[in-house]
């Protein structure tokens, strides 16, 4: 019997896409369906989020997931443009957000389509894996065909139903949360939720006690 699995995920968060090429590996490797849920950035959830966290917070963090990429092998650059619009040194958001939102609302178009896994995939190696200008050009169109996806029909889709598309993203934070967490990435099985790129291992012995088989 084939397990499902969801995960929580955003796009600018760099654990996620840390995690995303595992959690492709584990769907290929395993009886398993993975129901990617996007949500919104803690910068939009919570704009004041990084104004109120630790001094440490922000250079740790960025220390961090060079380093959890560069042990696994993984190319990461900072992204450019970055999805948030934020003054680092002040770690105020903008107000005006000209990516964050019509890619999340793709996103989940994709996910609509059962393809949310592949294009989280795509384009966040396009975000984090060092694409300057990932935003222009034909960079996300060619990212949704790898996904198997058509750019302009995921865009037209987000342009045409932002309100049903961000009720679904809401759903899926509030989803989150009846969980047990509020981070991402957060793997959720049979309503147990593994946070982090570090509980995926965690999650899989789990799901093997449950009958977790490979294909």
Avoid at 17 to 33: F, G, K, P, S
Avoid at 64 to 69: C, G, T
């Amino acid at each position: 019997m084939t397990l499902q699995a969801d995960v929580y995920w955003s796009f600018r968060s760099p654990y996620s896409y840390l995690a995303t090429r595992r959690y492709v590996a584990l769907a290929q490797e395993y009886d398993l369906q993975i129901n990617l849920c996007f949500v919104y950035p803690l910068a939009i959830r919570d704009p004041h989020f990084f104004e109120k966290n630790h001094p440490n917070w922000l250079g740790y963090t960025f220390r961090d997931m060079f380093r959890v990429a560069q042990f696994m092998g993984i190319p990461m650059a900072p992204p450019n443009p970055d999805p948030i619009v934020q003054d680092i040194a002040t770690r105020k958001i903008a107000d005006e957000q000209p990516y964050i939102y019509e890619l999340t609302r793709m996103g989940q178009a994709a996910s609509r389509r059962g393809k949310g896994l592949e294009f989280a995939n795509e384009v966040s190696q396009l975000i984090w894996g060092g694409t300057a200008g990932w935003n222009e050009g034909d960079h996300l169109e060619r990212a949704a065909q790898r996904a198997g996806l058509d750019l302009d029909e995921l865009r037209a889709e987000a342009s045409a139903q932002p309100d049903g598309l961000d009720a679904e993203i809401a759903a899926n934070q509030n989803a989150l949360v009846a969980a047990g967490h509020w981070g991402v990435p957060t793997l959720v099985f049979d309503d147990e939720p593994f946070f982090g790129q570090d509980r995926i291992e965690l999650a899989v012995w789990r799901m093997k006690q449950k009958g977790l088989t490979e294909r």
